[in-house]
C-alpha cells in the first residue's frame, strides 16, 4: 500500500463528500423553497481536488506500462 493508493482512497472520500454536500445544499434549497442554480462554491473546489487526486493514482498505483508491440524486447 503505497502513497499513490492512499491519494487515491483520499480522492475518492473527497468526492463522495462533495456529493453528500451538494444533496444536503438541494434538500436546504427545498425546505427554504429557493431555485437550484449550482453547487456551492466550496463543492466545487472539493471536486476539482478530489478529481485530481484520484486521476494522479490512477497513474502512479498501476506502474510500469510495458509496450504493445508483439517483437518488442519488454515482451520476453
Not at 466550496?42 to 481536488?49: D, M, S, Y
Request: charge should be negative; charged fraction near 15%; aromatic fraction near 10%.
Amino acid at each position: 500500500m503505497g502513497l499513490g493508493f492512499a491519494v487515491g482512497v483520499l480522492g475518492v472520500l473527497i468526492l463522495s463528500h462533495a456529493a453528500y454536500s451538494t444533496i444536503q445544499y438541494r434538500s436546504l434549497l427545498k425546505i427554504t423553497e429557493e431555485e437550484f442554480s449550482g453547487p456551492p462554491m466550496n463543492v466545487v473546489v472539493e471536486l476539482i481536488l478530489g478529481l485530481v487526486f484520484c486521476m494522479w493514482a490512477a497513474l502512479s498505483v498501476p506502474g510500469k506500462f510495458f509496450s504493445i508491440l508483439p517483437h518488442s524486447e519488454e515482451n520476453r
